[in-house]
């Protein structure tokens, strides 16, 4: 049982992993621009665009889930 | 430093913005909710979530990031990632991380991979960085 549960979460941590390796190349670097994007709240009402702040503030992104 | 704390101490000059993406620990997938890992997961992140599906909708998603919104009660508003994970892929993010942008549009600190590189104090660094560079300098 326990060298299932190793081997598991083995392959999942791998699997995120290789997920991260392969998108990170592209993700925007220090002094790169950053990205434009518009998404909605939780409601699906308000919308907000990154770029609405350029010019005006900087901008904290915190990217999560609740798991 | 935790982000609600972050958050008070600055959203008055840098504006806060969650960006919910897709399920880090879902039951369908790495669920870390069972035996000792999920009693261990309790114990040091009462607030996560440790019974959800991954959404397969984008109102299923919405649902859990104002969960989410209601539970860690940041004070920071939850923008939520569309179902093709455009954003989220964009900026590497998935499963949690840590960006500054500048006013002109230009990234300031960019913390490395989640979860590991997840650390507040670093935003907390860079904004401090920033904020002191556009101070005008002292007569």
Known sequence: MPLKFFRENLQYRNKHTAWQKAHDIHAPKVGDLAPDFELTDVTGVK???????????PVALIF???T | MRLHDLYQRY?????FLSVYIREAHPVDGWWLGKGLLGRLVKRFSPK??????DP?????RRAAAGQCQDSLAY????????MDDAVNKAYAAWPTRLYLIG???????AAGLGPY???PSKLQRAIEQHLAQKEPAAA
């Open chain 1, 47 to 57: 919308t907000v665009r990154l770029s609405d702040f350029r010019g005006k503030r």
């Open chain 2, 56 to 60: 397969t909708t984008i109102e299923e």
């Open chain 2, 48 to 53: 996560a979530s440790t019974d959800l599906h």
């Open chain 2, 117 to 119: 590189d997840f650390w």
């Open chain 1, 64 to 66: 999560g889930s609740f």
């Open chain 2, 103 to 109: 006013e002109n549009g230009r990234v300031e600190y």
């Open chain 2, 75 to 82: 004070g920071i508003r939850t923008y939520v990632d569309e």
């Open chain 2, 11 to 15: 959203h008055h000059q840098v504006e």
